[in-house]
């Protein structure tokens, strides 16, 4: 399928790593003009070099902290006017509410709800302006399936996801979509991290909690990021222009509700 975005611009924040490079990847693949966005430049050096060579089409890169107004300028000073813009960042590891200070929780609301945020308003208008605009939200089942050792993820992303419920509504005249994924358990270096959380609290190994994970899923597996990827590169294309405010679920069937 033609996803008709070819020529398009995207910014995609976490883009050197996991499902961000995945997407990346794929909307290259698309002929997007992608640009990877994250805080390390050795690991973006490497993704987008290596995205380049996998498409034959360029990716350029630019380190950029979404949490900071610095941050944000360096990525739209890379990418001006994107089409696209995919909002990504890791979540904090897991552990317990009552040890969580003040400044985790702005930590928190920083890189998963206000960071994002500042980004949509500064690129919603223009692409409204250009009518067309793809706005993805990377989030976490846990909006759906809270799990308490994560409540950190937990508030902050359900905080974005509430508040562009409304926006959607508003730009989709426009042809300017924002929607929400929502990864369940992927094998990237994020779940890693997050087992890694946990071991202290379980008492097991990595290898035995990673295995489990993987297994008790109903899929009986962990997702890859290239079907995350997938997905994305279609909700950000010309036929998804009728979908908007939605939080699409990619769990393996680990969400154990009808609706």
């Given at each position: 399928m033609d996803l008709g975005i070819n020529g398009k611009t995207?910014?995609?924040?976490?883009?050197?790593?996991?499902?961000?490079?995945?997407?990346?990847?794929?909307?290259?693949?698309?002929?997007?003009?992608?640009?990877?966005?994250?805080?390390?430049?050795?690991?973006?050096?490497?993704?987008?070099?290596?995205?380049?060579?996998?498409?034959?089409?360029?990716?350029?890169?630019?380190?950029?902290?979404?949490?900071?107004?610095?941050?944000?300028?360096?990525?739209?000073?890379a990418c001006p006017s994107p089409d696209i813009l995919v909002n990504n960042a890791d979540g904090p590891e897991p552990g317990d509410f009552r040890t969580w200070r003040q400044e985790d929780w702005h930590q928190a609301l920083d890189s998963m709800m206000l960071g994002p945020i500042e980004m949509i308003r500064r690129t919603v208008d223009?692409?409204?302006?250009?009518?067309?605009?793809?706005?993805?939200?990377?989030?976490?089942?846990?909006?759906?399936?809270?799990?308490?050792?994560?409540?950190?993820?937990?508030?902050?992303?359900?905080?974005?996801?509430?508040?562009?419920?409304?926006?959607?509504?508003?730009?989709?005249?426009?042809?300017?979509?924002?929607?929400?994924?929502?990864p369940g358990v992927f094998a990237t270096d994020a779940q890693r991290r997050h087992i890694r959380g946990m071991l202290e609290s379980t008492g097991k190994s990595f290898d035995q909690l990673w295995e489990e994970r993987g297994k008790n899923n109903p899929a009986g597996r962990f997702g890859q990021p290239e079907e995350i990827g997938a997905l994305c590169a279609f909700v950000c294309s010309a036929h998804a222009g009728y979908m908007t405010g939605q939080s699409l679920l990619m769990d393996g069937g680990g969400y154990p509700g009808t609706f």
């Open positions: 995207a910014l995609v924040f976490g883009g050197s790593r996991g499902i961000g490079r995945a997407i990346a990847e794929r909307l290259s693949s698309e002929g997007v003009k992608v640009v990877i966005a994250a805080r390390t430049e050795s690991t973006l050096l490497a993704a987008a070099s290596e995205i380049s060579l996998q498409t034959g089409n360029a990716v350029r890169y630019v380190i950029s902290d979404i949490t900071t107004e610095a941050g944000r300028d360096a990525a739209l000073a223009q692409m409204i302006e250009n009518r067309f605009g793809r706005i993805i939200n990377i989030v976490s089942r846990s909006v759906k399936t809270p799990q308490i050792e994560l409540g950190l993820s937990n508030g902050a992303r359900s905080g974005l996801v509430g508040f562009v419920a409304g926006l959607a509504r508003q730009t989709v005249r426009h042809n300017v979509t924002i929607n929400n994924l929502l």
